[in-house]
């Protein structure tokens, strides 16, 4: 937004879809397109590297106002519960606070043979939950939710980039942190259970304006952005996207009921 200031950019959630995002077109897009995606691909590997050395770094600065507490369950429930335990420990003259941080090994439970990171050590990703959770769901106030992961995604993501990189898609750590908090987030919402953890590129979407595809992606020609919703199209062709995106479509058809459902039936708002 011109004129805003850094600090009014930053605080600016910058999503492009109204509602809590929960089941809509754009979710179930991430969706399946993370679950369709392999679990690494080559190219991808430099933007995660990349991801880690920043993150790395906002963990040095971080360090002198939190203590990242490896923990082997799920600590804070809400981002409120987080809050209330930072100030009560600031309040009692600590300066240096315990921010608790899941620490198991990121994947589906149940199945070690898809836990764990192909990029990241389990230290890192315990690292990156935790500069995370400070400086974009407590730093700027986005609750554990569908649309308050988007909205912290994105706080994170101008933190890490700047303006003018952020907005032209040149930061490569932005592509990483895509697949990392919004890929995960929205397979979690749509199918219940942590995601297996991936260093891929989701090429299809817009990674600063969250909610829109990217304007390139082919999926242009089968939804669209109308108003704070993204939809089919009124002209929306099922059997092109199945010609077109086989598996993906199939994906999709499962996800809201079975692979005969009607993939213009796909709610757009929740």
């Not at 990217?214 to 199209?233: E, I, T, W, Y």
Request: proline fraction near 6%; include cysteine; hydrophobic fraction near 35%.
């Amino acid at each position: 937004m011109p004129g805003l200031g850094f600090r009014g950019w930053l605080a600016n959630e910058t999503l492009a879809l109204a509602g809590s995002y929960k089941g809509g077109v754009f979710q179930r897009l991430v969706a399946a397109s993370y679950k369709l995606a392999p679990v690494s691909d080559p190219a991808a590997l430099p933007a995660f590297q990349e991801l880690a050395r920043k993150m790395s770094r906002q963990n040095d600065f971080l360090r002198h106002d939190y203590r990242f507490v490896p923990s082997s369950g799920d600590h804070y429930s809400s981002l409120k519960q987080l809050r209330r335990s930072i100030d009560a420990q600031r309040q009692a003259g600590k300066r240096r606070a315990d921010m608790y941080v899941y620490s198991e090994p990121p994947g589906p439970e149940g199945d070690a043979s898809q836990q764990g990171h192909p990029v990241f050590s389990n230290d890192q990703n315990v690292m990156i939950r935790g500069v995370h959770d400070a400086i974009a769901h407590l730093g700027g106030g986005h609750p554990f939710s569908a649309r308050g992961e988007y909205g912290a995604y994105n706080r994170h993501l101008k933190t890490l980039c700047n303006v003018q990189d952020a907005r032209a898609g040149r930061c490569l750590a932005a592509a990483a942190l895509f697949t990392e908090i919004v890929g995960q987030t929205s397979y979690f919402y749509v199918y219940g259970q942590f995601a297996p953890q991936k260093a891929v590129f989701l090429n299809d979407f817009d990674y600063y304006n969250v909610g829109l595809l990217a304007p390139a992606s082919r999926l242009n020609a089968f939804f669209v952005a109308q108003g704070k919703d993204l939809a089919c199209r009124p002209d929306f062709d099922p059997e092109g996207l199945a010609r077109e995106y086989p598996v993906l479509s199939e994906e999709l058809s499962r996800q809201v009921g079975g692979p005969k459902v009607r993939l213009a039936d796909i709610p757009s708002r929740r």
